[in-house]
């Protein structure tokens, strides 16, 4: 079986390497990254440098890439790339013989955009923070009042994110382009949650965690039945195809208020196999062998993050370089 890794530098492309290796397929990879100093690209099988996804070329070198190596299954390890595997999705399928594990472009949307994910979950009847846009800053004060959190419509691993106190810090960090919220509880009543979805979410996994530097650090997983039963309550709404994300703050009175949501596996998916959720395994079963998604049983587990390292010579990264895709 030959699946491919977009990405490969990535956390998240690196997280989907490490759940593929620890599954139970034995699986040929193929990694594909614009960069030659990309992780991704010395573990893998095989590997290719590509452009970047904005580059006007990138489909261009994608369709060679599919058309050389026909993976049978392809994963996402990049946000900016989502939209154009979406876009590209059922033809690329048709034309290579192979699956992409990619939501629509409307679910991709919403989790992109902060606003359009706030607008989500209020049409939908989840409860999430306030929010406004820049210019309805003083609504927004009287009904919560400060703290409020600061951060772009479209960002991640919290880049941007300021927790504001007073009129002048709000000044200094409010941009055109930001979004306006509540603060919703504490960092430590912060949680992270999976979903696997085909038509009707087959599996959930929650997670309390603690941050650094906007990762995941240390995940403390459990059963947590009531907050898994929202989490496949809001992916049935959500309807991503295969995997989703959830982020919530929970409340003092036990209220789930989820303030992001991400279209694609999640940077915890290789903590979250530690505790019996696999989801690349189960995604594959799925699509290649017609196995249905069925809940496993989470363990209890405590995950903690560290870092490692992966030593290559400088002629391995010029060989790369001279390889360049395009």
Excluded at 147 to 169: D, F, I, M, T
Excluded at 176 to 182: C, D, F, G, W
Excluded at 245 to 261: C, D, M, P, S, Y
Excluded at 312 to 319: D, F, G, H, K, L
Aim: hydrophobic content about 40%; charged content about 25%; aromatic content about 8%.
């Amino acid at each position: 079986m030959k699946a491919l890794i977009t990405g490969g530098g990535s956390l998240l492309g690196q997280g989907i390497f490490r759940a593929l290796r620890a599954s139970k397929f034995k699986t040929h990879i193929v990694a594909v990254d614009p960069s030659p100093l990309s992780v991704g690209l010395y573990w893998a099988d095989s590997a290719h440098l590509v452009p970047l996804a904005k580059a006007p070329n990138y489909v261009e070198c994608i369709r060679e890439v599919l058309h050389q190596e026909r993976p049978d299954i392809v994963f996402i390890g990049t946000d900016v790339e989502l939209e154009i595997f979406a876009r590209y999705r059922h033809e690329w399928e048709t034309e290579f013989k192979t699956h992409i594990v990619v939501s629509s472009s409307e679910v991709i949307g919403i989790a992109d955009d902060k606003w359009k994910t706030y607008l989500f979950l209020k049409e939908n009847g989840f409860p999430c923070p306030d929010s406004v846009l820049p210019g309805d800053e003083e609504a927004l004060l009287e009904r919560v009042g400060f703290p409020l959190v600061v951060k772009p419509r479209v960002g991640a691993r919290s880049v941007g994110v300021h927790v504001v106190r007073n009129r002048e810090q709000l000044a200094r960090v409010l941009t055109p382009e930001a979004i306006l919220q509540e603060c919703v509880a504490t960092d430590a009543d912060e949680y992270t949650a999976g979903s696997l979805t085909f038509g009707d979410c087959r599996a959930t996994i929650v997670m309390r965690r603690i941050l650094r530097d906007g990762n995941t650090y240390t995940a403390f997983a459990e059963e947590y039945p009531e907050l898994n039963a929202t989490v496949r309550a809001l992916s049935n709404a959500l309807q991503a195809y295969g995997p989703a994300n959830f982020q919530f703050r929970l409340t003092a009175t036990g209220e789930v208020k989820v303030f992001e949501i991400n279209g694609r596996f999640s940077g915890t998916t290789p903590l979250r196999a530690h505790a019996g959720f696999n989801e690349v395994e189960m995604v594959i079963s799925y699509l290649l062998e017609g196995k249905l998604v069925e809940q496993p049983a989470i363990q209890p587990t405590v995950i903690l993050r560290h870092w490692s390292e992966t030593a290559v010579s400088p002629e391995q990264v010029a060989n790369f370089s001279s390889k360049r895709s395009g």
